[in-house]
């Protein structure tokens, strides 16, 4: 079955430190994969999208690389503050119709 | 407004009744959303609208749930004769889809909640 996982266990870090979040899936073969955050009562906001023939995106202190051969992006945030406190979605297009399918999400903690 | 709009942001409703929840997208968007957040879970698809195309309801859990999009922008979801295992958070995006890969944007949800 298609799948997408994150990591279900929340992370958490000292703050300023890099944060790596992981998004894996199988059975997609997806032309972008997205990066929302969403915070407690909100929705989700749109942060980072990485096409397939794209290795890496940089947004200030957010990294996204994109391997299609693992099935597999890495977030990462460099420098975390506890205001990066979260829980962060990977999204993709299930089937490159504009359909967004989102992972689970990984809550990450940044203490002070 | 410039965002997404949500309504009602709160409805507790009693188990049997119909309940409506109403997606207001940004204004020019094409593409839309329904999605359901239960309570430390992920967003579980619903439903989606893509301009004059044939709905996406491959998400909806049951024929009690239902969609409509009325010329092209406002959007219904309507949940018949409501169970508790429908309390959750329910989210609506939308998107301007005019390349294929462009983000979503969400409202701020409505908590339903059966009792």
């Known amino acids: 079955s298609q799948k997408i996982e994150q990591n279900s266990e929340a992370l958490n870090i000292q703050e300023g430190k890099t944060a790596t979040l992981t998004c894996n899936y199988t059975?997609?073969?997806?032309?972008?994969l997205q990066w929302y955050r969403q915070d407690p009562g909100r929705g989700p906001v749109f942060l980072l999208l990485i096409r397939e023939n794209e290795k890496e995106k940089r947004k200030e202190r957010l990294k996204v690389t994109f391997d299609t051969t693992l099935k597999q992006s890495l977030f990462h945030i460099t420098a975390s503050q506890p205001a990066d406190s979260a829980t962060y979605l990977c999204?993709?297009?299930?089937?490159?119709?504009?359909?967004?399918?989102f992972g689970q999400g990984t809550t990450l903690q940044v203490k002070p | 407004g410039a965002g997404v709009s949500q309504s009602p942001s709160n409805k507790v409703t009693e188990k049997g009744k119909d309940v409506e929840l109403r997606c207001d997208p940004i204004s020019g968007h094409t593409a839309l959303y329904w999605y359901r957040q239960s309570l430390g879970q992920g967003l579980e698809f619903l439903i989606y609208f893509q301009g004059n195309s044939a709905p996406d309801k491959s998400g909806l859990p049951s024929d009690r749930f239902s969609a409509e999009r009325t010329g092209g922008s406002v959007s219904t979801l309507t949940i018949q004769r409501t169970q508790q295992e429908d309390s959750a958070v329910y989210l609506c995006?939308?998107?301007?889809?005019?390349?294929?890969?462009?983000?979503?944007?969400f409202g701020q949800g409505t908590r339903l909640t059966v009792v």
């Open positions: 999204a993709l297009d299930k089937s490159n119709t504009g359909k967004l399918i």
């Open positions: 059975n997609y073969s997806p032309a972008y």
């Open positions: 995006a939308s998107s301007p889809r005019q390349t294929m890969n462009t983000e979503a944007f």
